[in-house]
């Protein structure tokens, strides 16, 4: 039997036809994992260049006029004064806690556009339907008609939804194509990296002691964190 969670759910990319594209794996099967040279389109998105072809994700519309109220009751974000294309991330949880459904997308006064994980759209689509009560929303799953990119620039990376059937243009327009590895790699270390460009957390060492000293006492400082932002750690990003 196949399986859903590893099997590529659309047709593929019309960027595979990009040189040296290579397929990804899995659900990530539709899109480019890279197109020749991992390290070089990791550079490339590092100095503000290129974009990013996520076009497997699933795309989803709510509409209505209640739609953001409804969606700042039902998950982790503040929806309420969300400002006109502002992109943001929010979850569902389940009574415990637990992660259920996550999607990433942008109110543009009329509309909140958001794409989520290849494949998610119908389990999240599904759940959000049994919210919906007498509130005056709208849903709709737009997967068919709408692609996701992610672009890499200097001032603020974005993601973009473009017309499926506009997503060769907007390659041509949008700069070197990079691949999903060199994304996830550049995702990640943002992710997990100090915030300071140039420092980094060290593990500060206890106060030395000598022989004669007697036994140890811990100093204010050692009391206080065995942690401390150190320049002598400092490292290029």
Not at 42 to 70: C, K, M, N
Not at 186 to 201: D, E, F, G, I, Y
Request: aromatic share 10%.
């Amino acid at each position: 039997m196949t399986d859903p969670a590893t099997s590529p759910s659309k047709a593929p990319s019309p960027l595979l036809s990009l040189p040296g594209a290579v397929a990804g794996d899995g659900v990530d099967a539709p899109v480019a994992a890279h197109y020749g040279s991992f390290n070089a389109e990791q550079r490339t998105l590092e100095s503000g260049e290129g974009f990013v072809d996520l076009s497997h994700r699933d795309v989803i519309r709510i509409s209505g006029p209640e739609r953001l109220t409804w969606l700042h009751s039902l998950t982790t974000q503040h929806f309420l004064q969300l400002a006109p294309k502002e992109w943001t991330t929010a979850l569902i949880l389940s009574p415990q806690g637990h992660v259920e459904h996550a999607f990433t997308g942008y109110d543009d006064g009329e509309s909140f556009w958001a794409h989520t994980e290849p494949g998610a759209a119908g389990p999240l689509l599904d759940w959000l339907g049994r919210m919906v009560f007498m509130t005056r929303v709208e849903l709709a799953d737009v997967t068919d008609d709408w692609a996701v990119a992610w672009r890499s620039r200097a001032d603020a990376p974005t993601y973009d939804l473009v017309p499926r059937s506009e997503l060769a243009a907007y390659a041509e327009a949008a700069g070197p194509a990079c691949g999903l590895w060199a994304f996830e790699a550049l995702r990640m270390r943002t992710v997990c990296l100090p915030p300071a460009p140039s420092c980094s957390w060290a593990r500060a060492r206890p106060p030395r002691r000598s022989a004669s000293s007697g036994p140890r006492r811990a100093t204010t400082s050692w009391a206080r964190s065995r942690w401390r932002w150190s320049s002598a750690t400092c490292r290029s990003r």
